[in-house]
Antibody, heavy 121, light 107 residues
Framework: EVQLLESGGGLVQPGGSLRLSCAASGITFSSYVMSWVRQAPGKGLEWVSSISGGGVYTHYADSGKGRFTISRDNSKNTLYLQMNNLRAEDTAVYYC??????????????WGQGTLVTVSS | DIQLTQSPSFLSASVGDRVTITCRASQGISSYLAWYQQKPGKAPKLLIYAASTLQSGVPSRFSGSGSGTEFILTINSLQPEDFASYYCQQFNSYPLTFGGGTKVEIK
């Protein structure tokens, strides 16, 4: 059974940092593109970032470029999102998602339960 | 960036109704489109990919069609468990983008 378990969310002040983690099980983790998608309270879904299976290639939404860094440790089956210089508008539930294929250009067939990030003073 | 416009943003329907949701792309995306269902407090669930391919385990009352810039999600004979929000997402190019969502509520 595929499981994705996010952690690391919480309350942080504007300008602060957080690192989200997503522990994967039930899959050959290194074979899949992984992504972060967020959802602000009462709003729609927003793609944040994706990373290739080997971790070499990454893509970011403009909203996070220069502030967010996606990475993965395939030896630990874990995906990360380092978020710096956080803003109030980054407040959202952050979902980890697994692509259905081994390259960019596939939809996400498994999602974690999400972790809430709240940026507020 | 490719913009996806979903319509309607909200619809009220009854059990047994046939429902259609449209997703229009600001430029051609071939068939690189997926549909997700999301219930309150839950993660999205993949329903359809490649515009018209049903994800394993998804009931056959769900179907997708279209290519290029216009796509449709159809739910035949709406069931109580189908009342949820639905989102389209394009995979043609980065940045990936979602439509604004359609909330399907009980009439």
């Amino acid at each position: 059974e595929v499981q994705l378990l996010e952690s690391g969310g919480g309350l942080v002040q504007p300008g602060g940092s957080l690192r989200l983690s997503c522990a994967a099980s039930g899959i050959t983790f290194s074979s899949y593109v992984m992504s972060w998608v967020r959802q602000a309270p009462g709003k729609g879904l927003e793609w944040v970032s994706s990373i290739s299976g080997g971790g070499v290639y990454t893509h970011y939404a403009d909203s996070g470029k220069g502030r967010f860094t996606i990475s993965r440790d395939n030896s630990k089956n874990t995906l990360y999102l380092q978020m710096n210089n956080l803003r109030a508008e980054d407040t959202a539930v952050y979902y980890c998602a697994k692509a259905s294929g081994n390259n960019f250009g596939y939809p996400d067939d498994y999602w974690g339960q999400g972790t809430l990030v709240t940026v507020s003073s | 960036d490719i913009q996806l416009t979903q319509s309607p943003s909200f619809l009220s329907a009854s059990v047994g109704d046939r429902v259609t949701i449209t997703c229009r792309a600001s430029q051609g995306i071939s068939s690189y489109l997926a549909w997700y269902q999301q219930k309150p407090g839950k993660a999205p669930k993949l329903l359809i990919y490649a515009a018209s391919t049903l994800q394993s385990g998804v009931p056959s009352r769900f179907s997708g069609s279209g290519s290029g810039t216009e796509f449709i999600l159809t739910i035949n004979s709406l069931q109580p468990e189908d009342f949820a929000s639905y989102y389209c997402q394009q995979f043609n190019s980065y940045p990936l983008t979602f439509g604004g969502g359609t909330k399907v509520e009980i009439k």
